[in-house]
């Protein structure tokens, strides 16, 4: 089992930077592929980004493809996402994801970190 505290988010403008960092506990982490997601106010959860257990494998969701970067620090139990050019569309909370075998359907979750961006 593992578990996940994000910390990073924050209130910023159109076209700033914000890096999101994930915790994991436990000294399983390299065992653990990583995500992810984000919920904006009245939609449904969506995948944003992942990044297999070595981080030799990363995939982005269409929207934020060239803006965003995950990574994974597996010395330090940690998962980043740099955010950069962000928009309004970008506001959502965002929630760190872990699961040992696939991503597509995370088994756990952190409590997620609010992201806000203004026009």
């Known amino acids: 089992q593992v578990e996940l505290v994000e910390s990073g988010g924050g209130s910023v403008q159109t076209g700033d930077s914000l890096r999101l960092s994930c915790v994991a506990s436990g000294r399983t982490f390299s065992t653990y592929a990583m995500g992810w997601f984000r919920q904006a106010p009245g939609k449904d959860r969506e995948f944003v980004a992942s990044?297999?257990?070595?981080?030799?494998?990363?995939n982005y969701a269409s929207s934020v493809k060239g803006r965003f970067t995950i990574s994974r620090d597996n010395d330090k139990n940690t998962a980043d996402l740099q955010m950069k050019s962000l928009n309004p569309d970008d506001t959502a909370v965002y929630y760190c994801?872990?699961?040992?075998?696939?991503?597509?359907?995370?088994?756990?979750w952190g409590q997620g970190t609010q992201v806000t961006v203004s026009s």
């Open positions: 994801a872990a699961d040992p075998f696939t991503i597509t359907t995370p088994n756990y």
């Open positions: 990044i297999s257990r070595t981080g030799g494998s990363r």
